[in-house]
T-cell receptor
């Protein structure tokens, strides 16, 4: 059974720091992996989608990597800003077509202090 | 021009009532989902659906039922509401079973 773990559960950094959020999954048979951010009381915003054949994806100050064989993904945020404060969720889609629904981690709550 | 929209955003009701949450997507996607986020913020799939197949998470009580009048809508009906149904319910859509997911803003259900 696929399980997704995110460490740390919470992280507080001063503005301007570069930081890394970690995601691990127990079964490497995944189709893709998606990173989201969730602001309080809001829905999830898709940040990056990495296909299983890819090693990384970049969008602006965000870079996500994927090491499928070791069951790990990282989300790198460069030059953090207070507006980056949110909960970041990692989700994997197992192989299996219609049976392969996204499985979420519990998220990392990020606080960027001015 | 919200991509995935849900109504209502907040819903407060009594135990035993029947309620519905509506979801519409204007992305042209063919697959839609309902997720439940509990008090610990953990997201779990409830249903996934396209015009060919409905996948139901086996842990979902049969008091919950999705209804899709067309490809752009997937509504959630809940019968005989219980206290434990209180949660935030999110609708999402994707193109195909493996596409990138886009979420609505969520509907917070409180059962008294």
């Amino acid at each position: 059974k696929q399980e997704v773990t995110q460490i740390p559960a919470a992280l507080s950094v001063p503005e301007g720091e570069n930081l890394v959020l970690n995601c691990s999954f127990t079964d490497s048979a995944i189709y893709n992996l998606q990173w989201f951010r969730q602001d309080p009381g809001k829905g999830l915003t898709s940040l990056l989608l990495i296909q299983s054949s890819q090693r990384e994806q970049t969008s602006g100050r965000l870079n996500a990597s994927l090491d499928k064989s070791s069951g790990r993904s990282t989300l790198y945020i460069a030059a953090s800003q207070p507006g980056d404060s949110a909960t970041y969720l990692c989700a994997v889609r197992p192989n299996g077509g219609s049976q392969g629904n996204l499985i979420f981690g519990k998220g990392t709550k990020l606080s960027v202090k001015p | 021009d919200t991509a995935v929209s849900q109504t209502p955003k907040y819903l407060v009701t009594q135990m035993g009532n029947d309620k519905s949450i509506k979801c519409e997507q204007n992305l042209g996607h063919d697959t839609m989902y309902w997720y439940k986020q509990d008090s610990k913020k953990f997201l779990k799939i409830m249903f996934s659906y396209n015009n060919k197949e409905l996948i139901i998470n086996e842990t979902v009580p049969n008091r919950f039922s999705p209804k899709s009048p067309d490809k752009a809508h997937l509504n959630l009906h809940i019968n005989s509401l219980e206290l434990g149904d209180s949660a935030v319910y999110f609708c999402a859509s994707s193109q195909g079973w493996n596409g990138e997911l886009f979420f609505g803003e969520g509907s917070r259900l409180t059962v008294l």
